[in-house]
């Protein structure tokens, strides 16, 4: 458990000072049946009022005393385990953020959001537990043991019995609950992931009707939860009575034995009163130990769940004296690039594939769902790294590049529209932090969003909600192509993102590029092929690998996939072809 070292380093001095307020306290605890003893053999036996009254003060003294090392632990440890956790959960968001695609696909979504919410709530509520009462446990316990054998070694025989039976009970205690609890947390994993994926595809789930089915699928994970967290509390629930029961029953044999001795007139009766409260505080102490087992376990699968995210490695590596020399801006160049998934069956969904972007060239790249179209570009900005081969951008490998450095040259519009809540401006200027109204305004103009985002009472100040889920599909793409376009990119990625605009607003936003951002790369993935027909040059993909590259009338002449493709979506049914689309078609296509 590396991570905690630092917060151990931090904190140290303070978990002292809960810990010297914790001892005052279990010191001014075990005081107290002694001095009560004194006050019942000597002043309420020989009816002395001065020594009832003058010990009965000190009991109130070391009460007050006592009340004070516990406000002390009490005022630290909620401050010490508060700050932990934000800086924990801080430093796991940063670490989580930091990753790699690879790293990030190992891990359920909802299994990171666990991680990040309740196992880090279950580590707070230890280490504010360890610190307001656990540490006192053993204080207590020790403590206690000596005063009831100064006090009386005979009737501590008892306890010499009582104590290894508890001792083991604790130890099994601690030995089956642990396995349970992490079935538990991850049968809270699915609850969770269950619910986060009904809620981002509500609309969905509200279109086909499946309320029932999802509500199956909740109440399946909610029993299983159910069933396990019971599993776990039953299993553990037997030891806390357990240990319960041993104590009492060593109390009976202590007042069984004091009895007989009192009647015998060799001991007081105070003697057998503070013995009796000697136990119930090693009582005490040991189900507080008992306790703390039972939220160290938890603690402990969750700190291992943690731990997990912090130990993922960034696989991804770079020269960090790397100072790039290259005049050439804009281009991209795949070299024999095959790239395969981590964690899959390991078979490439890009295969020994060749390809140059040059600068200012519009690429189009088209092929059958599943071809490789978005693995291939996610190289690019090194979302992921090429299994074999070299991908290069502005003539330099990739590799040799710190990811930040080459996302700074290149906008990507995703093929599943992000946006976020805030507004319209706000999520332009996602794409450049220091954007003016002026520059923001300009790349909504070339996204063909200006007009709509104008037509709002608010204009730029609209407000998105959740995803944009007040804008409609085509809305939503515009914002994210004007995102990118803000960014001023050297290189510019479009993956299938126009797919909920129509053809006429489409083929402005390819105009607008052409005329405003001359000397910009363009890379646009799309199933329509009138998208991709007037681009420099096509990139034809299947299972993976370039299977035609070339201009529209060059393809449709010799590529087999490009014409079936041509067919399918234009030829079949020509009917069906609108107006629009047939002025993108070049010359000759038709
Ligand atoms: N994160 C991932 N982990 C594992 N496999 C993946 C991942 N993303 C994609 N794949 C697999 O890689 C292959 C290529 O997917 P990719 O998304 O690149 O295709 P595509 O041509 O862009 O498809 P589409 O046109 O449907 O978007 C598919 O078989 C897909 O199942």
Redesign the pocket.
Same mark, same amino acid.
């Given at each position: 458990m590396q991570f905690l070292h630092k917060y151990k380093r931090k904190y140290w001095k303070l978990f002292s000072a809960a810990f010297a307020f914790l001892m005052l306290e279990a010191m001014c605890d075990l005081l107290l049946p002694t001095v009560m003893a004194e006050l019942i053999d000597i002043g309420v036996a020989n009816k002395d009022m001065n020594t009832v009254l003058r010990l009965g003060g000190l009991m109130l003294l070391i009460t007050a005393v006592g009340a004070l090392g516990a406000t002390g632990r009490n005022i630290l440890a909620t401050h010490v385990s508060q700050r932990f956790a934000a800086e924990l959960r801080s430093d796991l968001f940063r670490k989580i953020q930091s990753l790699s695609f690879e790293n990030i696909?190992k891990f359920d979504r909802a299994a990171l959001v666990t991680r990040l919410t309740n196992d880090v709530t279950q580590v707070q509520n230890f280490v504010n537990g360890l610190m307001r009462i656990f540490a006192k446990a053993p204080l207590l316990c020790i403590g206690a043991l000596i005063m009831a054998v100064r006090l009386n070694p005979e009737l501590s025989v008892v306890l010499t019995v009582v104590i290894p039976i508890v001792g083991l009970l604790i130890f099994m205690n601690m030995k089956v609950g642990f396995p349970f609890f992490l079935k538990v947390q991850k049968a809270l994993d699915r609850v969770n992931s269950v619910m986060r994926e009904y809620l981002s595809g509500v609309r969905v789930v509200r279109a086909f009707n499946r309320f029932d089915y999802e509500v199956d699928k909740f109440d399946q994970a909610n029993q299983e939860y159910q069933s396990r967290s019971t599993i776990a509390m039953r299993a553990m629930a037997v030891f806390s009575p357990a240990i319960t029961m041993t104590v009492n029953l060593g109390i009976v044999a202590v007042i069984w034995l004091g009895g007989l001795r009192v009647s015998a007139g060799n001991m007081q009766v105070g003697h057998i009163v503070a013995f009796v409260n000697y136990m119930t505080q090693i009582l005490f102490a040991l189900m507080t130990i008992s306790m703390v087992f039972n939220m160290f376990v938890r603690a402990k699968a969750s700190t291992g769940r943690i731990d997990e995210v912090f130990s993922q490695e960034n696989g991804m590596e770079w020269d960090r004296g790397f100072v790039s020399e290259t005049p050439i801006k804009g281009r991209v160049d795949f070299e024999n690039v095959s790239f395969s998934?981590a964690g899959?069956s390991g078979l490439p969904?890009i295969r020994n594939l060749t390809l140059t972007c040059l600068p200012g060239e519009t690429v189009g790249i088209i092929?059958s769902?599943?071809?490789?179209?978005?693995?291939l570009v996610a190289l690019i900005p090194r979302f992921y790294d090429a299994s074999s081969g070299v991908v290069k951008v502005n003539g330099e490998d990739v590799r040799q590049m710190d990811p930040h450095r080459i996302r700074e040259k290149i906008a990507i519009v995703p =093929?599943k529209t992000m946006l976020f809540t805030g507004s319209v401006r706000d999520n332009i200027k996602f794409g450049k932090e220091d954007a003016s109204m002026e520059e923001i305004e300009n790349a909504a103009r070339m996204a063909d969003a200006h007009g709509f985002i104008t037509s709002f009472p608010e204009g730029y100040e609209t407000q998105l909600g959740q995803h944009g889920v007040n804008f409609s599909g085509g809305q939503k793409q515009r914002v994210s192509i004007a995102r990118a376009l803000v960014r001023q990119p050297e290189i510019l990625i479009l993956d299938?993102c126009t797919s909920a605009v129509d053809v006429t607003t489409e083929s402005n936003i390819k105009q607008a590029l052409k005329t405003y951002a001359k000397g910009l790369t363009c890379l646009i993935?799309a =199933?329509r092929i009138t998208s991709v027909m007037d681009a420099d040059k096509i990139v034809v993909m299947d299972e993976g690998q370039v299977v035609g590259m070339g201009k529209h009338d060059e393809l449709m002449k010799s590529c087999g996939v490009y014409q079936e493709i041509f067919q399918s979506q234009l030829g079949r049914e020509p009917s069906k072809i609108t107006n629009e689309q047939y002025s993108t078609v070049p010359k000759g296509a038709e």
């Open positions: 696909d998934y899959t969904v092929g769902t599943g071809s490789g179209k978005s693995s =093929q299938d993935i =199933q």
